[in-house]
């Protein structure tokens, strides 16, 4: 298996509760509630650990409240190569409804030293030969600038190691200018950096196929129930996910990219890569947390996801199949 690095500057204590619908300023009580240490690239991490990969997790952590992160890095066999710096991480409220609604309540977290981005590249070090692949992923904290997380994406390519990144915003914007090797927007995210809305297939492959124009190799469109749209050098691919019933979507994103990196790290074909993928994001959606690529019917999400060469046409419809 392959040696991955995944690096989050926001990382979070998401507290988790699963409950009926919501009736706002009344008392509401939860079916359960879970505190779990988190963050995008945190998330990637367990999941490509799951996978059999060799993984480090790195970042900014807030030294107040690291022990349930220190715990987790044990437990989840992650190397820890993160930064502490004061303050305390920010705490998310994560709230799921049994119609499938998720509501994000997410807190403030540390302010970022002056000092951070250089104290994080030493505490990386030389990465040439150390790594497979590295992820970038989350959230900026408050003082941190685009700028600098551009140049921990230099950082990995200046030493020839495919880097992925997964975030949004100014962060998004200063990240692809320094071209990663992969990009996984969801369509919110995608609409916001096209600057108008996605209301078709037509228009998330062609703001897709806009990013690829810049020099991003591989762009990966998370569109939720609707599945994933892969723009890849290879080919293009649409996914149709498994039926499942969705819990909390939370963890799915990071689930699909973890996937997504696993694959291509073991060279698989790309229908196999894609499919893969997307069953383990719909796994993950049924319950809260990351993915499970050990669940008992995994095998067979994988066999219901169905996997097309996405080849766009005049007049196909928004599915991406030819209109009867």
Do not use: Y
């Not at 509401?28 to 509630?33: A, D």
């Not at 890095?73 to 930064?83: E, G, N, Q, R």
């Not at 799915?252 to 291509?264: E, P, R």
């Amino acid at each position: 298996m392959a040696r991955v690095l995944t690096i989050t500057l926001n990382p979070a204590l998401d507290l988790n509760a699963e409950t009926d619908s919501i009736r706002l300023g009344n008392v509401n009580r939860s079916r359960s509630t879970r505190l779990e240490a988190a963050g995008k690239g945190i998330n990637l991490g367990r999941v490509l650990s799951r996978l059999g990969h060799t993984v480090t997790v790195s970042g900014l952590l807030g030294e107040i409240n690291a022990a349930p992160f220190d715990r987790l890095f044990s437990s989840d066999i992650l190397a820890d190569h993160f930064v502490r710096i004061p303050g305390q991480n920010r705490i998310n409220v994560k709230i799921a409804e049994g119609d499938g609604r998720v509501t994000d309540l997410n807190g403030p977290g540390f302010d970022v030293p002056a000092d951070a981005l250089d104290r994080l590249k030493a505490r990386l070090g030389n990465l040439n030969n150390r790594f497979d692949a590295v992820a970038i992923a989350g959230s900026l904290p408050v003082g941190f600038p685009p700028e600098a997380l551009a140049e921990l994406v230099t950082l990995a390519r200046e030493a020839d190691i495919p880097v992925w990144l997964d975030t949004s915003g100014a962060g998004l914007t200063a990240g692809l200018k320094v071209l990663p090797d992969g990009i996984k927007p969801n369509t919110e995210e995608l609409a916001e950096w096209a600057g108008h809305p996605l209301e078709s297939l037509d228009a998330i492959a062609e703001a897709g196929r806009s990013l690829q124009a810049t020099g991003i190799a591989n762009v990966v469109i998370s569109m939720g129930e609707k599945g994933v749209l892969w723009l890849s050098p290879k080919g293009n691919w649409q996914a149709s996910p498994p039926p499942v019933t969705a819990t909390s979507t939370v963890c799915a994103g990071d689930t699909l990219l973890a996937g997504m990196i696993h694959g291509l790290l073991e060279r698989h074909h790309p229908e196999q890569v894609l499919s893969t993928a997307t069953a383990l994001s719909a796994e993950c959606v049924r319950h809260i947390g990351v993915g499970d690529p050990m669940a008992d019917d995994f095998t067979q999400l994988i066999q219901q996801t169905r996997v097309t060469l996405f080849t766009p046409w005049p007049g196909h419809n928004n599915n991406g199949e030819m209109p009867s």
